[in-house]
């Protein structure tokens, strides 16, 4: 298959950090690249299917700790891509899902660069598939949100936070932890149940996931005691009940925390 030809470039999804979760075509395309530009939360297994004849630029986003500003990485792109180069951009999860795709697409187009993507498993899936449940539930979760909680510095995050309280919608909050306590008390003053349930899912598909079943009023106790540094996601709502109930069997209140056996326990006093 050809196409991936010299001058070409491909928004490229590296899913949540399991290698063996990527598509074969992102695969295909990694190992046929000539430069690779890629996120921080790229898996290191992901990166480890870059040839050694490719030139892998680091240009990783995390809250609050950018190594370059967009416009930068734009540049970058559309000049690898203007020397001829095959070029992957790699983001974790899926391109098309608060990867800022939008503004590397128009950058490339702009310049005249042939552009495609590739999706990839968005963190949602992945989490949902290590608590073993289900995101919508026949009669009770009708609809599945994606939402982002990141707002600039000093802004306020807007969300129709009414629309968000839905008690038949599945609720995944993608960057959530630093505003989890903003996320609990306006869903609840929205008229969403603090007892609804909740889970949060650290590093989802890796050796290092750790998992934890609480409620939306306590969310944020949640988020400042149980979570470590790495990247996670929020899911809310009644088909996060499935998770709880086969982890312990029977209903629980309060925090829970909930980790594979092969990762030690971590001291709940800790803050993310």
């Not at 870059?50 to 000049?79: F, W, Y």
């Not at 919508?136 to 600039?152: D, I, P, S």
Request: with cysteine; aromatic share 4%; net charge neutral.
């Amino acid at each position: 298959m050809n196409d991936f030809e010299p001058g070409t470039v491909w928004l490229v999804g590296a899913g949540p950090g399991d290698p063996e979760l990527l598509t074969r075509k992102a695969e295909r395309l990694i190992r046929a690249a000539d430069v690779v530009f890629y996120d921080a939360l790229v898996g290191p297994g992901v990166l480890e299917l870059v040839p050694s004849s490719a030139r892998q630029v680091s240009v990783g986003k995390r809250s609050g700790r950018h190594s370059k500003d967009q416009k930068t990485i734009d540049a970058l792109i559309v000049e690898a891509a203007l020397e001829g180069a095959r070029v992957v951009r790699l983001k974790g999860g899926d391109p098309a899902i608060f990867g800022r795709a939008t503004e590397e697409l128009d950058a490339c187009l702009a310049a005249g660069v042939p552009v495609q993507i590739c999706p990839g498993i968005t963190a949602a899936s992945a989490a949902a598939a290590g608590l073993n449940l289900s995101l919508t539930l026949r009669g009770q979760a009708r609809r599945l949100t994606f939402v982002t909680a990141h707002a600039r510095a000093g802004e306020e995050l807007k969300l129709d936070w009414q629309a968000l309280a839905d008690p038949d919608t599945t609720l995944a909050v993608y960057m959530g932890k630093a505003a989890a306590s903003v996320v609990s008390a306006r869903l609840i003053e929205a008229g969403l149940p603090g007892d609804t349930p909740v889970a949060l899912v650290e590093n989802a598909s890796l050796p290092t996931e750790r998992r934890f079943h609480t409620r939306l009023d306590l969310l944020p106790l949640a988020a400042r005691t149980a979570l470590g540094d790495g990247p996670a996601l929020i899911l809310i709502g009644k088909a996060v009940a499935q998770a709880g109930a086969q982890e312990t069997g029977s209903r629980q209140s309060g925090l829970v925390s909930r980790q594979p056996s092969a990762t030690p326990a971590r001291s709940p006093a800790r803050s993310g």
